[in-house]
């Protein structure tokens, strides 16, 4: 039987046991774990393992930035003000820069202005303050009077960081920005000294502004916008024309209401109705009057068909029988008709049918009917209808109220019919030069959009000319400083200690985690258990804890001719959780079906196949069995170091004959001892050609005759190519894996040469360096309870 066809999604089921298909199951033992599958719980677990380096990185982090900010980035600031224009209209105001107006007109929007007011001009005088012009000479008188900075790095660029002129921010719900009448001016630096020797020739420098020169300003300004605005109106003429010619030709007066809040002041306040809105209007208008006469025709075509149906005649027959009903001479041989007819039948009861009397009334009844036909025919010709002699009879009270009606819904359809068509030419005409005005708009509303551009543009032009106008005519005012620098104990640093400590906080946390996870990413050992749960489909049968300390043993030596070590006692000194870790592994083991000859293999040296080994032999022996543990690690035995014995001989020397093999049964039936070693002997070069000898497969088999488990140390499986000639042989393996040892790629490799005709070699994995015991039934891969042990196919 298969064992890796009881493997479930990682887990052993109980039907798994009792299958009996030998062919390997086609799924790979590995199962790589993909990042998808990375849960919250793994995250804050891989943080949890490296939070030694993630709290150091996070501590140098936040010292770093500390630092710095006490080096570099803590600086002192204060704020001054500045009265820069009167607080009534008397006194000089300054003027308007004509970059700073050029930048305005430029950016005039395409949409109307908030309102016609015009606004203060602070806002140009904060653009003039902040120009190079007034600051560049600021910065060089302040370099001279502090001849210790260093123009290396205190530049220009710098110095206007560490520089703000702007105005005061507004505390009310409406705000005063533009109309605000004092300026804050706020520098930064590193020392008390060097923000007031700043503000100090910042504000005498400012007070002194030259109002000649502004003035002068005011003027150029003044003959800038006054250009401006006689370019603005030709552009405003030019548009009109385009306006009126493309109306002109497409005979629209404005084709969409679309954009109406921009046209409504270009077109002179023709009202929110456009064409498309009136052809809108009049397609709405005829499709309500064509569904109406919809309605009406299918109500008078149900009218029609039911007259139709009652009469069974065509509307021209039905025609035809309307005017002989009012023909005077039809109807007066009609009665004769009649009349004939009523006699000959009351004749035809009294007399013979061959008396005289009846042939004179047939005679006369033939001819009057004769007569009625010729009428009829007469007035069918007239309406084209065939044969009239079938109309004969339609002369009753109630059939001529038949006709009549039928004949009128004949009509009435027919005028309906002729509206119903008129209407849908109607309609598409409509719709015709809907979608011709529809495309008309676009064109018009870019024209339109243009014209409200310049009107905007010129109504900005005329305030600012105001404004101009005014400023010349005020008189001098003279600004004034409204703050104290002298004050240093007012002046405050532009980062918080608090601020800074919490920034430093959150660095250091960022970095400790980032550090963590790039620490936790870059590690390619499995650290817990379920990272090897996660990349295996095996079930993990048993879990061994960390042990600081072991048993101590104490062996006796048989030596007939071969050296074999017997287990005498043993002093306790591992841990009980440690040993009892081993109990519950043989437990699983038999559960799954242990057989007699059991392999302990891992991917790489150092993982404690040699402990697991040992203890499991200790373990099989204690509850009764008799065991050999043989070292067939060739190249590096190491068995003997774990148990503490010699290694003067052993399976190297049997296998390369050196020694005969042994006759278990005799040379132990006077031994009491359940647990015996075998150890590895003398180290080999070629290991591969003594474990593919036919002396090996022979120990095997006495071995397994002789005793109830043998249990095998091999060598690493990534390494040494023996080991897998080793599992082929043998009827069942045990897989450990340690944590903090085994690497990911390595358990990878050792897996996939399972998947090479191995895999009903393998029971399942032991993990070895656990942080504690974790026995229980529901901590480790589900194992099924009462089930019999069947035997393995090799």
Same mark, same amino acid.
């Given at each position: 039987?298969?064992?890796?066809?009881?493997?479930?999604?990682?887990?052993?089921?109980?039907?798994?046991?009792?299958?009996?298909?030998?062919?390997?199951?086609?799924?790979?033992?590995?199962?790589?774990?993909?990042?998808?599958?990375?849960?919250?719980?793994?995250?804050?677990?891989?943080?949890?393992?490296?939070?030694?380096?993630?709290?150091?990185?996070?501590?140098?982090?936040?010292?770093?930035?500390?630092?710095?900010?006490?080096?570099?980035?803590?600086?002192?600031?204060?704020?001054?003000?500045?009265?820069?224009?009167?607080?009534?209209?008397?006194?000089?105001?300054?003027?308007?820069?004509?970059?700073?107006? *050029?930048?305005?007109?430029?950016?005039?929007?395409?949409?109307?202005?908030?309102?016609?007011?015009?606004?203060?001009?602070?806002?140009?005088?904060?653009?003039?303050?902040?120009?190079?012009?007034?600051?560049?000479?600021?910065?060089?008188?302040?370099?001279?009077?502090?001849?210790?900075?260093?123009?290396?790095?205190?530049?220009?660029?710098?110095?206007?960081?560490?520089?703000?002129?702007?105005?005061?921010?507004?505390?009310?719900?409406?705000?005063?920005?533009?109309?605000?009448?004092?300026?804050?001016?706020?520098?930064?630096?590193?020392?008390?000294?060097?923000?007031?020797?700043?503000? %100090?020739?910042?504000?005498?420098?400012?007070?002194?502004?030259?109002?000649?020169?502004?003035?002068?300003?005011?003027?150029?300004?003044?003959?800038?916008?006054?250009?401006?605005?006689?370019?603005?109106?030709?552009?405003?003429?030019?548009?009109?024309?385009?306006?009126?010619?493309?109306?002109?030709?497409?005979?629209?007066?404005?084709?969409?209401?679309?954009?109406?809040?921009?046209?409504?002041?270009?077109?002179?306040?023709?009202?929110?109705?456009?064409?498309?809105?009136?052809?809108?209007?009049?397609?709405?208008?005829?499709?309500?009057?064509?569904?109406?006469? %919809?309605?009406?025709?299918?109500?008078? *075509?149900?009218?029609?068909?039911?007259?139709?149906?009652?009469?069974?005649?065509?509307?021209?027959?039905?025609?035809?029988?309307?005017?002989?009903?009012?023909?005077?001479?039809?109807?007066?041989?009609?009665?004769?008709?009649?009349?004939?007819?009523?006699?000959?039948?009351?004749?035809?009861?009294?007399?013979?049918?061959?008396?005289?009397?009846?042939?004179?009334?047939?005679?006369?009844?033939?001819?009057?009917?004769?007569?009625?036909?010729?009428?009829?025919? !007469?007035?069918?010709? *007239?309406?084209?209808?065939?044969?009239?002699?079938?109309?004969?009879?339609?002369?009753?009270?109630?059939?001529?109220?038949?006709?009549?009606?039928?004949?009128?819904?004949?009509?009435?359809?027919?005028?309906?019919?002729?509206?119903?068509?008129?209407?849908?030419?109607?309609?598409?005409?409509?719709?015709?030069?809907?979608?011709?005005?529809?495309?008309?708009?676009?064109?018009?509303?870019?024209?339109?959009?243009?014209?409200?551009?310049? !009107?905007?543009?010129?109504?900005?032009?005329? !305030?600012?000319?105001?404004?101009?106008?005014?400023?010349?005519?005020?008189?001098?005012?003279?600004?004034?400083?409204?703050?104290?620098?002298?004050?240093?104990?007012?002046?405050?640093?532009?980062?918080?200690?608090?601020?800074?400590?919490?920034?430093?906080?959150?660095?250091?946390?960022?970095?400790?985690?980032?550090?963590?996870?790039?620490?936790?990413?870059?590690?390619?050992?499995?650290?817990?258990? %379920?990272?090897? *749960?996660?990349?295996?489909?095996?079930?993990?049968?048993?879990?061994?804890?960390?042990?600081?300390?072991?048993?101590?043993?104490?062996?006796?030596?048989?030596?007939?001719?071969?050296?074999?070590?017997?287990?005498?006692?043993?002093?306790?000194?591992?841990?009980?959780?440690?040993?009892?870790?081993?109990?519950?592994?043989?437990?699983?083991?038999?559960?799954?079906?242990?057989?007699?000859?059991?392999?302990?293999?891992?991917?790489?040296?150092?993982?404690?196949?040699?402990?697991?080994?040992?203890?499991?032999?200790?373990?099989?022996?204690?509850?009764?069995?008799?065991?050999?543990?043989?070292?067939?690690?060739?190249?590096?035995?190491?068995?003997?170091?774990?148990?503490?014995?010699?290694?003067?001989?052993?399976?190297?020397?049997?296998?390369?004959?050196?020694?005969?093999?042994?006759?278990?049964?005799?040379?132990?039936?006077?031994?009491?001892?359940?647990?015996?070693?075998?150890?590895?002997?003398?180290?080999?070069?070629?290991?591969?050609?003594?474990?593919?000898?036919?002396?090996?497969?022979?120990?095997?088999?006495?071995?397994?005759?002789?005793?109830?488990?043998?249990?095998?140390?091999?060598?690493?499986?990534?390494?040494?190519?023996?080991?897998?000639?080793?599992?082929?042989?043998?009827?069942?393996?045990?897989?450990?894996?340690?944590?903090?040892?085994?690497?990911?790629?390595?358990?990878?490799?050792?897996?996939?040469?399972?998947?090479?005709?191995?895999?009903?070699?393998?029971?399942?994995?032991?993990?070895?360096?656990?942080?504690?015991?974790?026995?229980?039934?529901?901590?480790?891969?589900?194992?099924?309870?009462?089930?019999?042990?069947?035997?393995?196919?090799?």
């Amino acid at each position: 039987m298969s064992l890796d066809s009881r493997y479930v999604n990682g887990s052993l089921g109980a039907e798994g046991l009792l299958m009996s298909d030998p062919e390997p199951h086609s799924e790979s033992l590995l199962q790589p774990i993909t990042a998808d599958k990375i849960t919250i719980g793994e995250f804050l677990a891989g943080i949890k393992r490296r939070w030694k380096p993630a709290v150091i990185a996070g501590v140098v982090t936040a010292v770093v930035w500390l630092g710095c900010y006490y080096l570099f980035l803590r600086r002192y600031q204060h704020t001054i003000s500045l009265q820069v224009e009167a607080i009534k209209p008397l006194g000089a105001r300054q003027g308007t820069s004509l970059e700073a107006i *050029r930048g305005l007109i430029q950016s005039v929007p395409s949409l109307a202005l908030p309102s016609g007011e015009a606004v203060g001009d602070t806002t140009t005088l904060v653009q003039i303050l902040n120009s190079d012009l007034v600051l560049r000479p600021l910065y060089e008188q302040l370099v001279d009077q502090n001849p210790d900075l260093d123009l290396q790095t205190y530049t220009y660029r710098a110095f206007r960081k560490s520089l703000s002129i702007e105005e005061p921010r507004s505390t009310g719900l409406l705000g005063n920005r533009g109309n605000a009448k004092v300026l804050q001016i706020t520098f930064s630096a590193n020392n008390k000294n060097m923000v007031k020797n700043a503000l %100090d020739l910042i504000s005498k420098e400012l007070t002194q502004f030259n109002e000649a020169e502004k003035q002068e300003q005011i003027f150029q300004n003044l003959r800038y916008v006054n250009q401006e605005i006689q370019k603005t109106l030709g552009q405003i003429d030019e548009l009109e024309d385009q306006l009126n010619q493309f109306r002109s030709e497409n005979q629209v007066l404005r084709p969409d209401s679309v954009g109406g809040a921009i046209a409504g002041g270009i077109s002179g306040g023709q009202g929110g109705s456009s064409d498309a809105d009136l052809y809108r209007g009049q397609l709405a208008n005829l499709l309500k009057i064509k569904s109406e006469n %919809d309605s009406k025709l299918e109500f008078t *075509r149900e009218t029609f068909d039911t007259l139709n149906r009652q009469l069974r005649m065509s509307p021209a027959e039905a025609l035809v029988a309307s005017n002989l009903n009012t023909s005077q001479n039809y109807k007066s041989l009609l009665e004769k008709l009649t009349d004939a007819e009523q006699l000959l039948a009351q004749e035809m009861a009294r007399l013979q049918p061959n008396s005289p009397t009846v042939r004179s009334l047939e005679e006369e009844r033939r001819l009057l009917l004769a007569q009625l036909k010729q009428e009829a025919q !007469q007035i069918a010709r *007239r309406n084209q209808v065939s044969n009239p002699e079938s109309l004969i009879g339609y002369q009753g009270t109630v059939t001529e109220a038949l006709i009549g009606k039928y004949l009128e819904a004949k009509v009435e359809m027919e005028s309906l019919q002729r509206m119903d068509a008129e209407l849908s030419r109607q309609i598409d005409t409509v719709r015709a030069e809907l979608n011709r005005i529809v495309r008309l708009a676009n064109p018009y509303r870019k024209i339109e959009q243009r014209m409200a551009a310049a !009107q905007q543009s010129l109504q900005l032009l005329l !305030q600012t000319r105001q404004s101009l106008q005014l400023q010349i005519a005020q008189q001098d005012f003279t600004w004034r400083l409204l703050s104290d620098i002298e004050d240093t104990e007012q002046y405050t640093t532009t980062m918080r200690l608090l601020v800074a400590l919490a920034i430093a906080l959150v660095l250091g946390g960022v970095s400790g985690v980032v550090l963590a996870l790039l620490l936790e990413l870059l590690d390619a050992r499995f650290l817990e258990v %379920d990272q090897v *749960r996660q990349n295996t489909r095996l079930p993990i049968v048993g879990q061994v804890p960390i042990a600081s300390e072991f048993d101590q043993y104490s062996f006796s030596r048989l030596e007939a001719p071969l050296t074999l070590w017997g287990l005498q006692h043993h002093l306790a000194g591992a841990t009980p959780a440690f040993k009892e870790s081993f109990y519950f592994l043989l437990s699983h083991l038999e559960q799954l079906g242990l057989q007699r000859s059991l392999a302990i293999t891992s991917a790489q040296a150092g993982e404690g196949r040699s402990t697991i080994a040992a203890y499991m032999a200790l373990a099989a022996a204690a509850i009764g069995k008799r065991v050999l543990l043989i070292d067939a690690n060739l190249r590096q035995p190491g068995l003997h170091q774990t148990l503490g014995i010699a290694n003067t001989s052993g399976l190297a020397d049997l296998l390369i004959g050196a020694f005969p093999l042994p006759e278990w049964s005799s040379l132990l039936s006077a031994q009491t001892e359940r647990l015996w070693v075998l150890t590895a002997g003398q180290p080999q070069q070629e290991p591969m050609t003594l474990l593919s000898s036919d002396a090996w497969h022979a120990l095997l088999d006495a071995a397994n005759a002789a005793f109830d488990l043998v249990i095998i140390d091999t060598a690493p499986l990534v390494s040494f190519a023996e080991t897998n000639r080793l599992l082929a042989r043998v009827e069942q393996s045990l897989f450990v894996v340690r944590l903090g040892k085994t690497k990911r790629d390595a358990f990878a490799t050792a897996l996939k040469e399972y998947d090479l005709g191995l895999k009903d070699k393998i029971l399942g994995i032991v993990v070895n360096g656990t942080a504690a015991a974790k026995q229980s039934e529901a901590e480790i891969s589900p194992i099924p309870s009462r089930i019999t042990p069947v035997a393995v196919n090799t």
